[in-house]
């Protein structure tokens, strides 16, 4: 008879799957934890800072309603490791009136339902002068009910509950091969193998090396620092808050205000040019390629930072071609499910994916609030 080391497991502990990890112990499930490095030391720990939630996500129709259970997630894992890290700023949103940014932001809201305010570039130029050059078919979407969420406190509250509901964490173990057995999965590692009855897969840029029928890919993503010319340039969070904004090219760029002395976060999306990568071949040095064009961008766009950046790093992002993500068993079998591929968009989601990943992996609609639409948005099939 086999001897189980566990009933469930979770390989890769970025923000998903210590959600993951996270919800399922909550659940009162015996569950295991892997990674490969230290928490936190892969994933978005090289991107310090914040990063916007908002309900208006227009990427597919089913977004809302993740964003929602996500929300309420946010709320729980909050009080489960008493400490903040969800904070309710409003965000802004600006494009074209016409375009998939500010105008599927607007479009998402009332097909929603979701409270949002309408700037024309008029009002948007005097209410948020630090966003010039807006031109007049350009709209602001403010959403109040979105905010700041910080992404490497939300990963190691994650943890923290997971562990306190009694997940076993174990750091520096790289899983090489996972195998289907009779009744449950074997997790090979050069440490020992261990028999699992079930097993998620959040091994984020490395998914596909481990299952490799799930067609993700993954690219360098560099993140940049600028630090204003002046103090009280009119940068802090309440006049320069989180944004995603959209420009007559396609280039979407992305930022929030700081406090006090921090530098600002802002970064480029990429747009199709990159080549997908292996992910052990990323180069973590900064190239002048990274930032350079976001530079030149920015005199004429958000003035008043210093042309060069205070900061720059380089990491990396999973893709998953044609959908917004990957949530699946991706042989129908309900011993091995994964998650994955949200690209630069996805940090927000974690509490949401997690609780479907616990869904998912337990038998659907055992959680206490089912995310029926996350597995419809990420289904492989
Ligand atoms: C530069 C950058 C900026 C971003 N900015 C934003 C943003 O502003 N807003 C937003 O919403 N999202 C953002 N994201 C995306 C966000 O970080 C991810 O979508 C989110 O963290 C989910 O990632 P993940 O958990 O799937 O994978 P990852 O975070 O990549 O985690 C995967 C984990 O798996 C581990 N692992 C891999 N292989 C193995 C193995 N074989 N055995 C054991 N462990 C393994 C790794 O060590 C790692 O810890 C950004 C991402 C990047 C790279």
């Not at 350079?292 to 205070?310: F, I, N, R, W």
């Amino acid at each position: 008879m086999t001897r189980w080391d566990a009933e469930a497991a979770v390989v890769g502990l970025g923000s998903w799957g210590a959600s993951a990890l996270w919800r399922l112990a909550a659940r009162g499930v015996d569950v295991l934890g892997f990674d490969q490095s230290a928490v936190g030391r892969d994933a978005d720990s090289r991107q310090p800072g914040s990063t916007m939630f908002r309900l208006s996500r227009s990427e597919h129709p089913g977004l809302v309603a993740l964003a929602r259970r996500s929300r309420e997630l946010w709320a729980e894992l909050e009080d489960a490791a008493r400490t903040r890290l969800f904070v309710p700023s409003g965000g802004l949103v600006v494009g074209p009136q016409d375009g998939p940014t500010a105008g599927g932001a607007l479009r998402t809201a009332r097909d929603h339902d979701i409270d949002v305010r309408t700037f024309s570039a008029r009002a948007l130029r005097f209410q948020y002068p630090r966003h010039t050059g807006v031109p007049d078919h350009h709209i602001g979407v403010w959403e109040p009910s979105a905010g700041l969420l910080r992404p490497e406190a939300a990963l190691h509250a994650a943890v923290g509950a997971a562990r306190t509901a009694g997940a076993r964490v174990f750091e520096y173990t790289r899983i090489t091969a996972i195998d289907l057995v009779p009744g449950g999965v074997v997790l090979r590692s050069a440490q020992r193998d261990v028999r699992v009855r079930r097993v998620a897969v959040t091994a984020g840029p490395w998914l596909s090396r481990l299952v490799p029928e799930v067609p993700l890919e993954t690219y360098r993503a560099p993140v940049t620092w600028f630090r204003p010319l002046e103090a009280d340039a009119g940068f802090a969070p309440e006049e320069f808050p989180v944004f995603v904004r959209e420009f007559d090219d396609g280039r979407v760029l992305h930022g929030s205000g700081a406090e006090g002395d921090q530098d600002i976060r802002l970064s480029l999306e990429d747009r199709g040019v990159a080549k997908p990568t292996d992910p052990d071949d990323v180069d973590p040095a900064v190239l002048y390629e990274d930032w350079s064009g976001l530079a030149k961008l920015l005199p004429a766009k958000v003035p008043g930072l210093h042309p060069l950046p205070a900061r720059t790093a380089a990491s990396r992002t999973t893709r998953t071609p044609g959908a917004p993500f990957v949530l699946d068993s991706p042989a129908g079998d309900p011993r091995l499910v994964v998650a994955g591929g949200s690209g630069t968009r996805g940090l927000q989601h974690s509490t949401g994916i997690g609780d479907a990943l616990a869904d998912l992996l337990l038998g659907a609609g055992t959680g206490a609030g089912a995310v029926p639409d996350a597995a419809a948005i990420g289904g492989l099939r």
